[in-house]
T-cell receptor
Framework: QKEVEQDPGPLSVPEGAIVSLNCTYS??????FMWYRQYSRKGPELLMY????GNKEDGRFTAQVDKSSKYISLFIRDSQPSDSATYLC??????????FGKGTSLLVTP | DVKVTQSSRYLVKRTGEKVFLECVQD?????MFWYRQDPGLGLRLIYF???????EKGDIPEGYSVSREKKERFSLILESASTNQTSMYLC????????????FGPGTRLTVL
């Protein structure tokens, strides 16, 4: 079983919708949780970074961590066509690397 | 502004050729990474380096080697390219810890014919 699971989608929503993106993980020792956004033909870039449980908000984006369920979410409010991208969750690995989910492809239609 | 650059955006090679992919970062980062990204498989770590001349195998190192002679430069080498190595290759760097932000380059789309 892969340590990080993420539904690849694609997920298509109308502009203005609330989007929920999710990942599950198996290693209860994970403490750091990240969301990266990747636009087409570009490298991923860090969007949100959360330590341990709870919520973190940044503008229209909210990252949520539920360690008891080993479940993390990214919510996008008032979604825009410019939010169309692939969203990858990531968690720390032992050593230097990160565990990435496979990414969820999101399309926001005008 | 942080920057990770990769030598080519698109590359076409023949089966059996030796292929070099170069990555340069200007952030004085300790760690550098090579990933490949394929539809349905996500990002898979090939190799990473935590210091000059140091390297660690990732999840899929077979068929690849790496070189880090200078802190800012990390090269991925395909000794004898095969068609199943057709992929998007992404380089990344991070400061020191596994929890530090990884900064990615724009990627190299490699096609092996």
């Amino acid at each position: 079983q892969k340590e990080v699971e993420q539904d690849p989608g694609p997920l298509s929503v109308p502009e203005g919708a609330i989007v929920s993106l999710n990942c599950t993980y198996s290693n209860s020792a994970f403490q750091y949780f990240m969301w990266y956004r990747q636009y087409s033909r570009k490298g991923p870039e860090l969007l949100m970074y959360t330590y341990s449980s709870g919520n973190k908000e940044d503008g229209r984006f909210t990252a949520q961590v539920d360690k008891s369920s080993k479940y993390i979410s990214l919510f996008i409010r008032d979604s825009q066509p410019s939010d169309s991208a692939t969203y990858l969750c990531a968690m720390e690995n032992s050593g230097y690397a990160l565990n990435f989910g496979k990414g969820t492809s999101l399309l926001v239609t005008p | 502004d942080v920057k990770v650059t990769q030598s080519s955006r698109y590359l076409v090679k023949r089966t059996g050729e030796k292929v070099f992919l170069e990555c340069v970062q200007d952030m004085d980062h300790e760690n550098m990474f090579w990933y490949r990204q394929d539809p349905g498989l996500g990002l898979r770590l090939i190799y990473f380096s935590y210091d000059v001349k140091m390297k660690e195998k990732g999840d899929i190192p077979e068929g690849y080697s790496v070189s880090r002679e200078k802190k800012e430069r990390f090269s991925l080498i395909l000794e004898s390219a095969s068609t199943n190595q057709t992929s998007m290759y992404l380089c990344a760097s991070s400061f020191r810890q596994s929890t530090d932000t990884q900064y990615f380059g724009p990627g190299t789309r490699l096609t092996v014919l």
